[in-house]
């Protein structure tokens, strides 16, 4: 119904206008079709400016017969703060007036009107001031009649100053607005005359985020109002307020008016969400709405955050509504000084003689509200019920009311501002010297030929300082410099409630936005007297990344460990990032650590036992050696060479030695010299073993008939030619492999993510396999000769002795391949060293153990006679 009426309305104003067109086109004089009943004030003036205020809270509509020409609402619940903003345009001008050194022999007019919140009357009073209010004017070269209009400062709400905005701006009328906030206005191919002293709401919405970031609330509700105002507030939060601005919204609720049903549904929302903080952007009358439900309903323990439009309403300090608002964060206007304007408003007097078209009917309603009497001639029935009838004489001092209260200047100072703002652009237009102006061919505008749109280049270039101290400028949108107070409700002992200012939010040119705030000094409605928990999920501790809940805000999260190997090291991550190549997580996934290393060192009981064998091992090959040097002249020391027997020890030594090589931290010359130095020595020692072998056989033909020349051909000379041809080779398989492709140190990490394994690559597994292949040839080779010559005479049986000494050594190097494949990092350098040691162990003890114990325990066995005779016994 509403809309219908005022889509009526504007109807009406169309029509006026068109017939105003017709007359105009057959006549030299245009007749006013029609006129609004506004409530007004007035003051002519030079040049006028236009003022639309909120007057009243609410319409009443006339029925829509369509039978008859529609009728205007009319207004009730007199709006004392919107009265009080028209008083301070009225002041503002009456100052610039009197100032010599603003707009010196210039008078400003005025003409301020009630739009009653609706519309369809905002457009009414819009065109009132564009047309002016005569019956009929005759168009001559210079007009005469009603002032030219220098600009309109309004509308009160931003539904309202779209749609006022809409009309102005296809005059190129200059409108500066005191509150509407909507970032839509900020569109210039729309509004292309529009400006305003009150910060967008992009920038508002921006301080709210900023609050929300500053405690940490990344979790919640929003409450708006079915407007312009209410909507693109919506749409600038759920555009802006995200993971990167750290937080989400829980749910968005429209207001409605008068909707019992549905507030009970949207505080039942609120009560239901893990939400504490509520950021309502609505005006003061759907907050009274909201809060008789929550009152109702005891929902306590939230965090209120309020738009500019309800942070300072004093409606709402009441005290049966302190313990569910108090602590209220708000966003409010900047605060101001105007001074001169409490004296001003009590020296407000009431108009006895006004009409319909002209005076201060505005003055007179606030008189009979304040004074609770009636104008005469008064109502019927008012004063037989009792009431008074005004006499303009009422003293003001002794009633209280909010139009003197000037604590809180902070709509009435945006008022100041944009009346100076117009009143400065007139000034700097004035002063525009004929031949340097800005418009074509140079020219200068002037004052009896004003046109609206040349104003607006003015507007666009002012600059100026209040007696506050505050910059008034515009940017290249008609937005002025962004600056809002950040306000708290303290909920006083004694039952009060006081807004007091905790901080600001503004843009400068060098910081940017930066938000201000004295966190000690805010109130806060809670026991711990703290800033609540706001999340939708906790924040995840280092060590372990967010993974999003399906079907919820990217605010509801669920917290997972780091997998093995990645850290978060800081809180919220959203990735676990990997540790470098050496490093390894630590248990707690929040930070990296080395990578423990292993190889079989020195230091622990596995390398500790293998260094002790080694070590012994040489000490019975030194011990073994010393008694054979002692001994050397003795015949079992004297058989079979015994000179091989000496070579044949210090090859064993060297094999318990090369040992050593496979524990301790791989380097490159450690991993090149052991396996070379295992592979020599140990061809060494077999080669012993092989010729000694071969040296039994040649004694044994020796001892058949024609068998004298045996030992001839093969010698001391071709023994020791032998062992240094057969070392030699395995010399040139080493030295070819470490050239080719020798073994390096290497980190191995295949076998455990959380190690570092130090090893050896053998580099040419071709290389290391041939070295194996030699020995083990060499070794079989001397097991076989000694098999062959295990039947002959007792006197030479150290053939069997040598065939049980290869018989172990190919036993362990047969076991070593499998077990060497299969053990990991220092455990296979562990099987290779106990291989060596095992199999240096067995020839040690089968192949020389024997003689010792010959020698030290039974000498009288060692003679050439007893080893002889042992051969006849058999």
Known sequence: MRSFLDTSILSLILLSCFCSAVSSYYSSSCQLQGQFNLNGMHKTGDVNLGGLFRLHFFPVYADASFTSEPQQPTCYGFNMLGFRLSQTMAFTIDEINRNSNLLPNVTLGYSLYDNCLQVGVGIGAALTLLSGQEEQVTLEERCVGTPPLLGVVGDSYSTGTIAVSAVLGLYRVPLVSYSATCSCLSDRQKFPSFFRTIPSDSFQVNAMIQILKHFGWTWAGLLISDDDYGHNAARSFHSDLGPAAGGCLAYTEILPRYDPIEIRRIVDVIKKSTARVV?????????????????????????????????????LQAPHLMPYLAGTLGIAIRRGEIPGLRDFLLKIRPDLHQNNTDGNSMVNEFWEYTFQCRFAPPPAGWVEAGGEVCTGQEAEENVKN????????????????????????????????????????????????????????????????????????????????????????????????????????????FKGEELTLDDDKIYWNFESKQPPRSVCSESCPPGTRMARKKGEPECCFDCVPCSEGKISNTTDSMECTSCPEDFWSSPQRDHCVPKKTEFLSYHEPLGICLTAISLLGTFICVVVLGIFIHHHSTPIVRANNSELSFLLLVSLKLCFLCSLLFIGRPRSWTCQLRHAAFGISFVLCVSCILVKTMVVLAVFRTSKPGGESSLKWFGAVQQRGTVLVLTSVQAAICTAWLVSASPVPHKNTQYHSDKIIYECVVGSTVGFAVLLGYIGLLAVLSCLLAFLARNLPDSFNEAKLITFSMLIFCAVWVAFVP???????????????????ASSLGILVALLGPKCYVILCRPELNTKKAIMGRGTKS
């Open 279 to 315: 950021i309502v952007f609505a005006h003061e009358s759907r907050m009274i709405n909201l809060m008789k439900e929550v009152v109702k309903q005891n929902v306590t323990g939230l965090q209120w955050i309020a738009s500019e439009a309800w942070s300072s309403a004093a409606v």
């Open 402 to 509: 909010e139009l003197v209260d000037i604590s809180e200047l902070r709509p009435e100072y945006n008022v100041y501002k944009a009346v100076y703002a117009l009143a400065y652009a007139l000034d700097d237009m004035l002063q525009c010297e004929p031949g340097r102006g800005p418009f074509s061919n140079n020219t200068c505008a002037h004052l009896q030929r004003l046109e609206p749109w040349q104003m607006i280049y003015y507007l666009e270039k002012v600059n100026f300082t209040t007696s506050f101290g505050d910059q008034v400028s515009f940017d290249e949108n008609g937005d002025a410099l962004p600056v809002y107070d950040i306000m708290n409700w303290v909920w006083l002992p004694d039952g009060r409630t006081k807004v007091q200012s905790m901080g600001e939010f503004k843009r400068s040119a």
């Open 819 to 837: 077990a060497y494949i299969s053990s990991p990092g220092k455990y296979a350098d562990a099987v290779e060293v106990f291989a060596i040691l």
